[in-house]
């Protein structure tokens, strides 16, 4: 028996990496999952390949930028599977121009800012307006954003980007807030780093190594480490579980500043 079974979940960005793992991993626990993506290629792959697998998906194409495509999307997926229990707000502007631009804050563009903001805050927040009456329809259920733990701390690299994520886990707060009453949950999923091939072509080798050698435990982050965290929180496992900003990051985000020259240090003593 899968811990989601009976249930149909809404992924956006279903179709790849993270997002597509996490559909996977709602799929073989016995989810009907709506795979919406702008890539209604990519989602349509993932959604054939649940199916090969035994499991229950359809692919809707939804850009998060327009609200008219999230309407379409959430129609499109109750007339086929007649409610909405689950939404995972997974996609986010992660493009390699959009990521190379959201650098100095003292040069930033404003579209780039807007592109950041319009698809990861205000997607999100549109997806969750738009299903979250579906989920009270039928009896209440799940909301998992995904947020990232740059949310949490400053960097010198994508200020956009982190602060449009740190504005999830505000949203992620609210959405709980509510419709907490309503019966629905909503945390937040902060992934570290996972090495996706889009992410890992967006890195030198110098910077992953300088990444991983703050990670605490001795492998890097894959897909799946999220997968596993989206089902619990989808599930009722953790059904008291809401407004939490929960990250799923080996550690990287919680621990001391020194803790990397402590560990070399250690190692060459
Ligand atoms: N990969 C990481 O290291 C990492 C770290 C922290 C947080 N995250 C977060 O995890 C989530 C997934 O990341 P990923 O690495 O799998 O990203 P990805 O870029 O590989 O995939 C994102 C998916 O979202 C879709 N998408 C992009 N814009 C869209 C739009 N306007 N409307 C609908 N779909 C759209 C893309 O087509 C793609 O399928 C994102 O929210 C990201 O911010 C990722």
Redesign the pocket.
């Known amino acids: 028996m899968g811990l989601v079974d009976g249930k149909v979940a809404i992924v956006?960005?279903?179709?790849?990496?993270?997002?597509e793992a996490c559909a996977k991993m709602l799929a073989s626990n016995g989810a009907s999952v709506v795979i919406?993506?702008?890539?209604l290629e990519?989602a349509r792959r993932v959604a054939d390949e649940i199916k090969e697998a035994g499991g229950t998906a359809m692919a809707s194409a939804?850009?998060?930028?327009d609200e008219d495509t999230i309407v379409a999307m959430v129609t499109a997926a109750v007339e086929r599977f007649g409610k909405i229990n689950i939404l995972h707000n997974?996609?986010?502007?992660?493009?390699a121009e959009q990521m190379t631009r959201d650098g100095s804050l003292a040069e930033m563009d404003q579209q780039v800012w807007d592109a950041a903001f319009d698809?990861?805050t205000r997607?999100t927040m549109l997806v969750t307006k738009h299903t979250a009456p579906q989920i009270i329809a039928a009896g209440g259920g799940s909301i998992i954003n995904?947020?990232?733990?740059?949310s949490l701390l400053g960097d010198v690299l994508n200020p956009a980007y982190s602060a449009s994520?740190a504005a999830v886990n505000a949203l992620t707060r609210n959405t709980a807030a509510q419709f907490g009453q309503a019966n629905i949950r909503c945390n937040a999923i902060?992934?570290?780093?996972?090495?996706?091939p889009?992410?890992r072509a967006q890195m030198s080798e110098e910077q992953l190594s300088m990444i991983q050698r703050h990670v605490l435990l001795p492998r890097e982050s894959v897909?799946d480490d999220?997968a596993g965290a989206v089902l619990w929180l989808a599930s009722d496992l953790s059904s008291f579980v809401t407004g939490q900003i929960i990250s799923a990051d080996g550690g990287i985000c919680h621990h001391q500043p020194h803790y990397a020259d402590m560990m070399d240090m250690f190692a060459k003593a």
């Open positions: 956006t960005g279903g179709g790849a990496n993270i997002g919406a993506d702008i890539n990519g939804v850009d998060l930028g997974n996609a986010a502007n992660t493009g698809i990861n997607g995904t947020s990232s733990g740059v994520k902060l992934p570290g780093l996972v090495l996706s889009v992410a897909a999220i």
